[in-house]
T-cell receptor, first 115, second 113 residues
Framework: DAGVIQSPRHEVTEMGQEVTLRCKPISGHDYLFWYRQTMMRGLELLIYFNNNVPIDDSGMPEDRFSAKMPNASFSTLKIQPSEPRDSAVYFC?????????????FGDGTRLSIL | SQKIEQNSEALNIQEGKTATLTCNYTNYSPAYLQWYRQDPGRGPVFLLLIRENEKEKRKERLKVTFDTTLKQSLFHITASQPADSATYLCALDMRRGAQKLVFGQGTRLTINP
């Protein structure tokens, strides 16, 4: 079975540009999570969805960040406008229903560099 | 909110020895605690989950313990191998009943041949 698929793997763009990160969760998984990882702050949850509905976006740093999940097999995380401090590795993860009794399956991330 | 501390950022162990990693948390006791492995340039990979009513869980050379009195989980790798070198992350629920995980900063483990 394919795992969580993220694209692009790397993105380098200039400050002020719009950035869109994409994620395809594992088929049949009910939960989708977006994380950001930096050396300073570690792995932080930004937002998560249950059955395509955003449940908790309290980790989204600013209004410049938005996430959507139009269907069960696709989600996007958008940053507009981007800033250098947004540089990080962004991970998408998915899991089955059942609460924290279920492991999360991570993609290999998008390494984002904002110049 | 929940806070997690993992022992030392880096740990060096001789091949064949047992590596022991520590995860300490504050505030309430989580219902579940999970351990993940992360290799450079890759996403975290789930290893083990232990429930609050379980003292110990094993999987091949891996063993996890959970002490709710000490608010601590220990992660052991026995007969360690260079291929075990990676960063190991512990994670637990951000608040009771929530679906959200909070991750520790991780411990970078190096197994020397």
């Amino acid at each position: 079975d394919a795992g969580v698929i993220q694209s692009p793997r790397h993105e380098v763009t200039e400050m002020g540009q719009e950035v869109t990160l994409r994620c395809k969760p594992i088929s049949g998984h009910d939960y989708l999570f977006w994380y950001r990882q930096t050396m300073m702050r570690g792995l932080e949850l930004l937002i998560y969805f249950n059955n395509n509905v955003p449940i908790d976006d309290s980790g989204m740093p600013e209004d410049r960040f938005s996430a959507k999940m139009p269907n069960a097999s696709f989600s996007t995380l958008k940053i507009q406008p981007s800033e250098p401090r947004d540089s990080a590795v962004y991970f998408c993860a998915s899991s089955l229903a059942g609460g924290l009794n279920q492991p999360q399956h991570f993609g290999d991330g998008t390494r984002l560099s904002i110049l | 909110s929940q806070k997690i501390e993992q022992n030392s950022e880096a740990l060096n162990i001789q091949e064949g020895k047992t590596a022991t990693l520590t995860c300490n948390y504050t505030n309430y006791s989580p219902a579940y605690l999970q351990w993940y492995r992360q290799d450079p340039g890759r996403g975290p990979v789930f290893l083990l989950l232990i429930r609050e009513n379980e003292k110990e869980k094993r999987k091949e050379r891996l063993k996890v313990t959970f002490d709710t009195t000490l608010k601590q989980s220990l992660f052991h790798i026995t007969a360690s191998q260079p291929a075990d070198s990676a960063t190991y992350l512990c994670a637990l629920d951000m608040r009771r009943g929530a679906q959200k995980l909070v991750f520790g900063q991780g411990t970078r483990l190096t197994i020397n041949p």
